[in-house]
């Protein structure tokens, strides 16, 4: 089947598309979208900021790829400011909460993130792969991708097949898969959700973490899949139309019996 391009955001116009996304903001976390690209605001680690696609995409055979960015820092003991970005594709749909990663809310998703860890100086760039399904963890990766910290900047890239995640990592010199984990969501429709925690309030005056050129491909529905789909929505539809229409009648019927009294 053919793969197409499904949902795709430059954030290029510094004004996030709310027919495309919902923000979720906790603690003094804030995503903004501001510089061409989409900025996470998040001075100390417990706060986190993310968006969430409204909708879910349905990733058969799928491939999202986006861009993590980091500020550098002048006259520091490190050059680069702390923190991390994270793309979470997850079966459900929550909301982030205080010093928590949308991976620990949702019992089914898998998430690939970039970040500078604050604990191990002299500073590198890593890069993580996670799954959690059913509650569990599975078995997580983690790649240092610069070290110490270059240039900031890495693309990250998800591809999802019948029965496998792979994650993989760009520096500059091409992809590298550095993980695979078993696709094991019973379900290809998918929320995607793009979330930064930060570190500390000294990073601020150098700028933010941030996500850049987010481009989901995944293969076209065949007409007797959309066919499917659109029968779908018919019947939930059509249940919703019965349902009200049986409480009207129990409605009207309580009421012509109160007045017959």
């Not at 970039?114 to 191990?120: D, Q, V």
């Given at each position: ?8 955001d430059?954030f ?6 709310t ?8 603690g ?7 510089n ?14 993310c968006?969430r696609?409204?909708?879910t ?14 500020p ?9 400011g702390?923190?991390a970005v994270e ?7 929550v ?8 991976r ?6 898998y ?5 500078i860890p ?48 792979e ?16 696709y ?27 996500a ?9 529905p ?5 066919m ?34």
């Amino acid at each position: 089947m053919a793969k197409v391009v499904i949902f795709e955001d430059d954030f290029d116009d510094n004004i996030l598309d709310t027919e495309k996304w919902d923000k979720i903001e906790c603690g003094d976390g804030y995503a903004k979208e501001q510089n061409q690209r989409m900025e996470f605001d998040c001075i100390y680690m417990m706060d986190g900021a993310c968006i969430r696609t409204k909708d879910t995409l349905r990733l058969v055979e799928g491939e999202i790829t986006f861009e993590v960015s980091f500020p550098p820092r002048a006259g520091s003991p490190y050059t680069y400011g702390l923190g991390a970005v994270e793309l979470n594709i997850a079966k459900q749909k929550v909301d982030l909460g205080y010093n928590t990663h949308i991976r620990y809310l949702v019992d089914d998703s898998y998430t690939i993130d970039a970040g500078i860890p604050a604990l191990n100086p002299p500073y590198r760039m890593e890069v993580v792969a996670q799954g959690r399904i059913g509650g569990v963890e599975l078995d997580a990766k983690v790649v240092a991708v610069e070290d110490p910290v270059v240039t900031g900047k890495v693309k990250l890239k998800l591809m999802i097949t019948n029965d496998t995640v792979e994650f993989y990592y760009d520096v500059g010199g091409g992809w590298v898969k550095f993980h695979t984990l078993p696709y094991q969501i019973d379900t290809k429709k998918l929320y995607l959700y793009i979330e930064g925690h930060g570190s500390n309030a000294a990073e601020e005056p150098y700028g933010y973490s941030a996500a850049d050129n987010l481009v989901v491909i995944a293969e076209e529905p065949t007409p007797a899949e959309k066919m499917a789909e659109q029968m779908g929505e018919y019947t939930t539809n059509f249940m919703s139309m019965m349902m009200l229409m049986l409480v009207l009648m129990l409605f009207m019927s309580i009421w012509r019996a109160l007045r017959g009294k």
